[in-house]
């Protein structure tokens, strides 16, 4: 029941974000950001495929092992405040755990994401604020929301 409710929610969210992209053309601010997500730590690079829409790869390193997530966001603009977005969108992942921690192996999983993103003007400086649950399948997996975090990039 879980499992269903969750898959439901991603699909909503994906269903919903497109067509208010569809309908929502806006322009971005930058097009490719490199810089680093806190929590746990990961290199982040986020790249604009469309005016509202960009594919972010995060490659989180920590004591746990490691996880490699794709993440597609749809990008709305925040009306009042130039530079600044909120974002939600889709995305999955594939996690490297060590024996010390989860029992070790490779886990897959869906992710979603929501998110603030901030470009500052006349500088490269990205920053962005987002909650990713996730839902990883396999034994001893599950849900997880406890993913997400500050990102800092530099923009090109």
């Keep these: 029941m879980k499992q269903k409710a969750l898959v439901a929610v991603f699909a909503f969210t994906f269903l919903v974000s ?3 992209a569809q309908s929502n053309i806006q322009s ?3 097009k490719t950001a490199l810089g680093v997500k806190f929590y746990p730590g990961a290199v982040s690079l986020k790249h604009f495929v469309k005016p509202t829409a960009a594919v972010e ?3 989180y390193f920590w004591n746990h092992g490691m996880r490699i997530t794709g993440l597609y966001e749809f990008h709305h603009n925040i009306n009042d405040v130039e530079g600044l977005k909120w974002y939600v969108g889709p995305g ?9 921690y989860y029992d070790g192996g490779t886990f897959i ?3 979603g994401v929501i998110g603030l993103d901030y470009k500052f003007k006349g500088a490269p400086i990205n920053l962005s ?3 990713q649950p996730s839902f990883e399948f396999g034994e001893g997996a599950g849900f997880s929301g406890n ?3 500050l990102a800092i ?3 090109f």
């Design 92 to 100: 999955a992942h594939v996690g490297f755990y060590n024996n010390k």
């Design 109 to 111: 999983g869906v992710d």
């Design 153 to 155: 990039r530099y923009v």
């Design 129 to 131: 604020l987002d909650w």
């Design 57 to 59: 790869g995060l490659g």
């Design 18 to 20: 497109y067509s208010y």
């Design 28 to 30: 971005q601010e930058y």
């Design 147 to 149: 993913w997400g975090g």
